[in-house]
């Protein structure tokens, strides 16, 4: 089962599962942010099951394995509604791991590198506390995945004491991008792709010396597939250890998609980190697992992407409305 399977991560990770040989796959969403169009090839496939629903309520079905992916995860989605995207991480996450308990079945909690906040450890480790504003605007994310793995390692002790306890993995997955992702996602690397391709000015929060490492979706994929399927059952990152600052990163869209934007600074976001870049020392030692796509075939991959979003957008845009016979 994938909570949160019609969303950008979740709805790639449903393609790989059902084209591996024995799977059957239920996808549980409530289409906040994910969208029907991303597993639609899947719906009347006899190994495919998609249900509309919230994970902030219990659910009774039989699983083995849950991949609990449901939180709405760019600023814009989970900023819109904070009092929704906190309980998503903890109500839904507590729906989640009493399914687990019942069924017996393992879970792997897709968590972030937001639970280290603002770094004073570069590159981030797993055993890194984190610094976080419990009361930023970001919080409500931040947090929520914080107290999701504290959940989660608190069933796996308690319930061991009175049971066989329930199995966890916990993936801190660092910023990702690819097809399917928002127009509307508010991160960088839509941002300015958009940006550049509509022939707009390319918007850099603060002063663009700001750093994120970059991870193509399908890397992360093969990621969490592994770690659900290993022995590791305390935390490991995901995502890719080369790093950009945001300016560069700005200046290697404009010069990939081949224009001419300006590049404007605008006011710096809050309690945006200033610093991001993982430690994947323990994800190829115990996984044997990095990433393998290379940015600019990634970015080409998702700036295709983004122009055929565009071009399908503006063609229903010259649709009328109330067309006449």
């Known amino acids: ?179 399917r992702m928002h127009m509307n996602d508010g991160r960088v690397v839509s941002n300015f792709i958009l940006q550049t391709l509509q022939a707009q000015p390319i918007t850099v929060y603060g002063h663009g010396k700001q750093s994120r490492s970059f991870q193509y979706v399908s890397d992360l994929v093969d990621g969490l597939i592994k770690l659900m399927n290993s022995n590791v059952s305390s935390p490991v990152n995901l995502g890719n250890p080369d790093e950009h600052t945001i300016m560069e990163f700005a200046q290697i869209i404009r010069n990939k998609i081949g224009g001419n934007n300006i590049i404007k600074n605008v006011a710096a976001a809050e309690d945006d980190p200033q610093r991001r870049k993982p430690d994947i020392s323990k994800a190829k030692k115990v996984l044997g697992w990095e990433p393998v796509v290379p940015l600019d075939e990634g970015l080409q991959l998702t700036i295709d992407y983004f122009r055929n979003e565009l071009e399908h957008a503006n063609k229903m845009k010259e649709v009328p409305k109330n067309p006449v016979e």
């Open 1 to 179: 089962m994938i909570t949160g399977g019609a969303g950008f991560v979740g709805s790639h990770l449903t393609d790989r599962l059902m084209m591996l040989e024995g799977h059957e796959v239920t996808v549980v969403d409530n289409f906040f942010t994910g969208r029907k169009r991303n597993i639609e090839q899947w719906v009347g496939h006899p190994n495919f099951e998609l249900i509309n629903h919230d994970v902030v309520e219990p659910l009774l079905i039989e699983v083995d394995q849950i991949y609990h992916l449901a939180c709405p995860a760019s600023p814009p989605h989970y900023m819109y509604n904070p009092i929704k995207t906190i309980k998503t991480s903890s109500l839904g996450t507590l729906n989640m791991l009493g399914l687990a308990k019942r069924t017996r079945a393992r879970l792997l909690q897709a968590s972030t590198s937001e639970v280290y906040g603002e770094t004073t450890q570069h590159p981030q480790t797993e055993e890194y506390w984190g610094h976080v504003n419990p009361i930023g605007p970001r919080a409500c994310y931040d947090e929520g995945k914080r107290v999701a793995e504290t959940m989660c390692y608190a069933y796996a002790k308690q319930v061991k004491v009175i049971s066989d306890g329930v199995e966890v993995r916990v993936a801190r997955i660092f910023n990702t991008f690819g097809p």
